[in-house]
């Protein structure tokens, strides 16, 4: 025999109403549990405050030796004293420059009365373009061109003889060439040197091999000795090893 089941006592009727019932009261549940706030109670410490009688120090009183107040300034009387005046100012005539017909006028003096001084000019004249170019010691023999030859041999030949490369410079690795201008006075000496380069210490060793020169022969223009300048290039390169 079959047992029926009873519809008042079927369990699985109503189920959708009963999940649905039970997922509001959690999703209430939750809200209300996202939107607890909490807040922080202040500690309040409650102390008993005891009053104790206050100490007054008596501070003593002393007394500073203050200076007396500067007295106060005594006013100064001036006595004016009227001074007649008796001294009489003559007063300044100026008198016109304009010449007139009554004025006399200097004798005119004739050219040969007046004594002409003649001064020394300080020229100097390039290496270039002199007449007579100065000469080195042992060219004083052969024609102009042969002189200007044998100049500027002497002078390679003096730069090669007298040159010392300075021992700061080849530790510090400097090299390059050095301009040195100079200047052959009119009494053969050389005078005036000035020197450019790549470094002060190859400007000075140049500037000493240039000092060491000779004294020469002055350069002569329309026959009378004059300044000469000169230029000379020295190099200084030294060969790695």
Known sequence: MLTKKNPQVEIGRNSSLYFAIGLNIMLFT???LLEYKTYDKDEIAIDLV???EVFEEEIPII???APPPPPPPVAIQESIKVVEDVVEIEETIIESTETNQNDKIAPVIAVADVDVESVEEDVEVP???IEEIPVFPGCEKGTKIEKRNCFQLKMEEHVARNFRYPEQALDLGIQGKVFVVFVID???FVSGIRSRGPDKILEKEAERIIQLLPKMTPGKQR?????VPYSVPIVFRYMAS
């Open 127 to 129: 290496f270039s373009i």
């Open 223 to 227: 026959g009378k000795p004059v300044k």
């Open 30 to 32: 939750s809200w209300q």
């Open 186 to 188: 009119a009494n053969g």
């Open 50 to 52: 005891s009053m104790d």
């Open 63 to 65: 007394n500073v030796n």
